[in-house]
């Protein structure tokens, strides 16, 4: 077996020494002392992350806990309640890989409150939770996704797919085969955490291009103008506009920051403030597009905006106003979304059935996804016809060769190549479906492959799951709709 060193960060050989030998160059940098810190900057991220994230196998994940209890305690406090999910100590097998003293809780929201104690629950893997320093291939943490309501366990490895093809600078993404004490667990969709060493990866190293502040949304950021006070945008928002479902205050709501958070003069939130003032000031008619244009990637926001809407991926900012990051740019002082929790996308989460909002997930309408109010920075696009044009080049990129039914069909073979055998195996597990009340149903093998098809539904109606290549065929469909209207 392979061993993780903690001191040197790279793997030491003890056996099978070929299977690995592309991941296990010896690093000439410092060891990566953890998140925020420049420390490891000469690592070839890519060529590390390549190891975690490998296209071309499922890989196996083992997950001993030392405490033979801990999974069903895990299971018991996220039932007492769903925000209570602590970290317990285990040992993390890669393959033929292992790191100890790893911490490992339980994640997700829907996807934990809607999965019986006997079906498959989505982990979060800590490699520094317990040990400063340690991590997996420079890899300080890990998702391990149930692909909730999801049967064909492919919408979020495309929707990730699609976003890097277009230049989000998004998570990547794998399958794996997760073992929770030693008991099969089902397959399972690997995702980056977006944090500094994905900074460095996808910006480089090169004058502290990695080095900017990152924010995530974790709920309630429309992006509205409040004032000047952060504290307003961190889960507080002024009297008369309605709290987040998140506890205010807390490290998980609102806009918090994930880098920089120990330098005073980057950890003011001034360049976010700034960034919503500008929005609100455009759509005011105060300041010109200029000035937005000069802290805001507007080309690539509108790739961003077109992108999520044309596969309906609505638990996003454009419609739930959460679940994206913000990273301000030091190479140009500007701003740009990053990608995150795709497992909603291509109709999984739907338009909130409120009275007189007639939107299925193939009709999302572009502009006002799901019915008004659509969020000020959408707003941008709809009152700004330099900003309408840019989405509109978007949107025929998008639909002219990343979004095509031939090539989605094309991916979602290869998808099936890859993954379809272990999910096969997978049969007996209980991928959570996610039932009405909460009913405890599980998807089979053979749903995965029905899944994948165009054929429509069978008893379509509200909350219908709708089959990869019909969601495909009838979104494409409505798009070009669409864009006849809103892309003269």
């Known amino acids: 077996m392979l061993k993780v060193s903690l001191f040197s960060e790279v793997i030491i050989p003890c056996a099978s020494l070929l299977l690995f030998t592309a991941c296990t160059a010896k690093s000439t940098s410092p060891a990566d002392a953890g998140v925020g810190t420049d420390a490891g900057s000469e690592v070839n991220y890519v060529a590390q992350f390549d190891c975690v994230f490998p296209q071309d196998r499922v890989v196996d994940i083992h997950i001993d806990f030392l405490e033979s209890t801990a999974y069903q305690e895990m299971i018991a406090a996220a039932d007492a309640d769903p925000n209570d999910k602590p970290f317990y100590k285990a040992t993390f097998r890669f393959d033929d890989e292992e790191v100890a003293n790893v911490g490992v809780r339980l994640k997700g929201n829907s996807s934990l409150w809607f999965s019986g104690d006997d079906q498959m629950k989505s982990f979060k893997i800590h490699f520094e939770e317990y040990v400063d ?77 990695h080095g900017g502040n990152l924010y995530i949304c974790y709920d309630g950021c429309p992006l509205a103008y409040w004032g000047e006070d952060p504290d307003l945008y961190q889960g507080n928002p002024p009297e008369g506009i309605p709290s987040p479902p998140c506890e205010p205050g807390t490290e998980d709501c609102g806009l918090q920051l994930k880098t920089n958070e120990d330098d005073p003069g980057m950890n003011d939130f001034s360049d976010l403030v700034n960034l919503i003032r500008t929005v609100d000031e455009v759509l005011n008619g105060t300041s010109g597009t200029e000035a937005l244009d000069a802290i805001l990637d507007m080309e690539h926001y509108a790739r961003f905006q077109a992108w999520t809407l044309a596969i309906s991926t609505l638990d996003s900012y454009f419609v739930s106003a959460h679940n994206f990051y913000l990273y301000h740019r030091m190479t140009d002082q500007r701003f740009q979304f990053v990608p995150w929790d795709l497992n909603g ?64 069909d094309s991916q979602i073979s290869a998808l099936h190549a890859l993954v379809g055998a272990a999910r096969q195996e997978d049969s007996v597990m209980g991928q959570p479906a996610g039932g009405p009340d909460g009913d405890e149903i599980s998807f089979t093998y053979q749903d995965y492959l029905d899944a994948q098809s ?21 979104r494409m469909g409505n798009l070009q709709q669409q864009m006849e209207q809103i892309c003269p």
């Open 454 to 474: 165009h054929d429509p539904p069978v008893n379509p109606g509200p909350g219908t799951i709708l089959n990869l290549g019909f969601f495909n065929d009838m």
């Open 345 to 408: 996308s291509y109709g999984i989460f739907q338009c909130p059935q409120t009275a007189g909002d007639p939107q299925t997930p193939i009709e999302v309408d572009l502009l006002e996804p799901c019915g008004p109010p659509p969020k000020p920075l959408a707003d941008i696009i709809i009152q700004t016809p330099e900003y309408r044009q840019v989405f509109c080049e978007a949107l025929e990129e998008i639909v002219g060769a990343a979004y095509s039914v031939a090539d989605q």
């Open 133 to 209: 320093g340690l991590n997996f291939h420079h890899v300080d943490r890990l998702n391990l996704n149930n692909n909730f309501r999801d049967p064909s366990i492919m919408r979020e490895q495309l929707a990730y797919a699609m976003a890097n093809e277009l230049g989000m600078a998004a998570p990547r993404t794998a399958y794996a085969r997760v073992w929770v004490d030693e008991e099969l667990h089902g397959v399972y969709t690997m995702v980056q955490q977006v944090d500094s060493r994905f900074l460095k990866e996808r910006f480089g190293t090169q004058d502290n291009a």
